[in-house]
């Protein structure tokens, strides 16, 4: 008995462990169960919200606050057009009302406003006016900008279309080689000032600051251990350029700057205009510094030496004086456009296209008889010391001897119809 006793009650045990394991593996697999769809529901929400905020929720961008500031114009529309006198345009565009006019009309083409457009567009006047006001002050663009009631950004794109427009379109009226005539004219005004004949320009170059790519610093380095591009040009008795070259970086000698310009590939299109001197057939020439090759159409001093004979001292002092031109010109240019001489924000593969809109502004005012003040000139030579040009640095090739040939007549000419002058240099 007690044996079925002790079976029954196993049995029973059994039993009751083996319903409790059921229910507890049941209880498991409802959880496992609800776990997964939980997840699942979880996954889909998520991808759902992912899908609404990427395609269907606003983008978290800064809030507008206004689509244009309020910005015064009241310098330029009352003070400038209405009240400026002459010496005022004079003295912040660097040229009177009737010549900024006249310029104005220059540039219709290439700067005017676009005739659609979605706020009222800046006139032509305040766009030459504001290109203007950089290139004769070289002022921040922040600061033009408040001057005149409008973003830096826009003084920025004026400037560059400008001075684009200048270069493509403009500059080929205002800097141009002279023709027959002109360049006789030109020689007889050398002659009666300096005594030398057949003078139609000088040469001469000068440093302009640059702001210099990182790679390639060192290329820009001139020999005064400053950053610059070299600005080589020709200029006639009125202090007009009619040929520059402003692309060749401040490492570069004058003598490869010559030779790397359109003047030196194109010199036999020179007016010839040839004239009988001592005998030699003598044509039209450019006159030079030490830095350059003696040519047929380019001629230089006699190098110094105790062997210098007093014709040919007198020769280079009259070829000093007459190169006096070329100092002034660059005085005046300077004078004018200080952004020449101040290190400026423009990009270096820019600042090209800025020299050579200063040089056609330059001829322009000439043409146009703007004076130059001495307020300007006394600016420009203090800013210059700071940044001061490099010496010259004579050519060491040798000289062609029909240019030697012709150098000796001009000596013998001079000899012969001017009075023997003792250099003071």
Known sequence: MDNVANLSIAY?????????????????????????????????CSSAAT????????????YRECWMRVRSKDWWERVVLKEFTDAEWREHFRMSRRSFDKLCGLMEQTLSPQDVTVRAPIPLQMRVAIALFKLSNCAEYRVIANQFGVHKSTVKKFVYSFCKGMVSSVIHSLIQAPAA??????ARRFEQKFSIPQIVGCIDSTHIPVLPPRDGYKDFMNRNGWPSYVLQAVVDDTY??????????????DASVLRQSVLFDQAQLLPKEPRELSGVSVNLFILGNQAYPLLDWLMKSYADSPHVTPQQESFNDCLRSARTT?????????SRWKVL???????????????ATCCALHNFC??????????????????????PQPGVRSYSGSDSSDGQKIRLALTDYLQANAPLRKSVF
């Open 12 to 44: 029973f045990l059994s039993a009751l462990l083996f319903v409790q394991m059921r229910c507890t593996l049941s209880v498991l697999l409802i959880l496992l169960r609800e776990g997964r769809r939980h997840r699942r529901m979880l996954m889909e």
């Open 51 to 62: 899908a609404v905020m990427l395609h269907f929720a606003p983008r978290t961008s800064r």
């Open 341 to 355: 001489i101040k290190k400026s924000d423009f990009h270096y593969t820019f600042t090209p296209s800025v020299i």
């Open 366 to 387: 000439e043409n146009e008889k703007e004076m130059v003040s001495p307020s300007w000139t006394e600016e420009a030579a203090a800013l210059e010391h700071g940044l």
């Open 326 to 334: 070329m100092e002034i010109a660059f005085s005046r240019l300077k």
């Open 240 to 253: 007009r350029f009619w040929n520059i070259n402003c692309k060749m970086p401040g490492c570069a000698h």
């Open 181 to 186: 005539e002109e360049a006789r004219a030109i």
